[in-house]
């Protein structure tokens, strides 16, 4: 039973790693941000297959094909079912509103910091009043995560550096990238709080 595990898994990474497997992984990403399932696993396996930098791209384009699918279907086919997703998360509710004072600046903070679930961004984005634009240059801010995501998986390929990876040991990459989530996190809640409290201002202006 193992010899034959071994021997698929020994014949699919192969696969994998050609242009057309390229490609396939590319769109088995599309399809995992579009049914909002967390995509640091699959992140670490692109870095696994194809190193840091190839295994980066591979996934920002996924990514960046997925999260505008699902933009555009929290825009129109699916704008009920997403508004009802949304409602059961308050905290993304709140950026909604923040997005449409803020824009881009709040985008690009909610990408850099984990704490806002990225599937479910992309259909709150898509429910709210952002610029297409906006939306799409706001993707830069996965660029971090992304790499760190490969970088862990390309380091596992080293037998040296696993048990690193996988007891959590941080190197330099690692720290920076919680430096920018913690900095980034602190920039959402300011932002978050003096939109609220605009909000808050003029609805009791007009009362």
Not at 39 to 56: C, K
Not at 108 to 125: D, E, I, K, M, V
Not at 189 to 196: D, G, H
Request: a positive charge; charged letters at 15%; glycine letters at 8%.
């Amino acid at each position: 039973m193992s010899h034959n595990v071994e021997t698929l898994v020994n014949n699919f990474i192969p696969f994998l790693s050609s242009p057309f497997g390229i490609f396939v992984f590319a769109l088995v990403y599309v399809f995992w941000v579009s049914c909002l399932l967390p995509g640091s696993w699959l992140s670490m396996l692109s870095g696994f297959l194809y190193g840091t930098w190839l295994g980066s791209f591979v996934v920002f384009v996924g990514a960046f094909l997925g999260a505008h699918l699902t933009f555009y279907l929290g825009r129109t086919f699916l704008k009920e079912w997403a508004q009802n997703k949304v409602s059961n998360f308050p905290k993304v509710q709140t950026m909604e509103r923040a997005v449409k004072r803020e824009g881009l600046k709040v985008i690009l903070l909610t990408r850099l910091s984990p704490l806002f679930p990225f599937g479910l961004l992309n259909f709150t984005y898509g429910l709210s009043e952002v610029k297409v634009r906006d939306f799409t240059l706001g993707m830069i801010g996965i660029l971090p995560g992304t790499i760190l995501y490969c970088s862990l998986g390309s380091l596992a390929l080293k037998v040296s550096n696993f048990g690193e990876v996988l007891s959590g040991r941080s190197d330099i990459s690692s720290f920076i990238w919680s430096l920018i989530s913690v900095l980034s996190t602190i920039l959402i809640v300011i932002l978050v709080l003096r939109s609220t409290k605009k909000i808050t201002q003029d609805s009791n202006s007009l009362d």
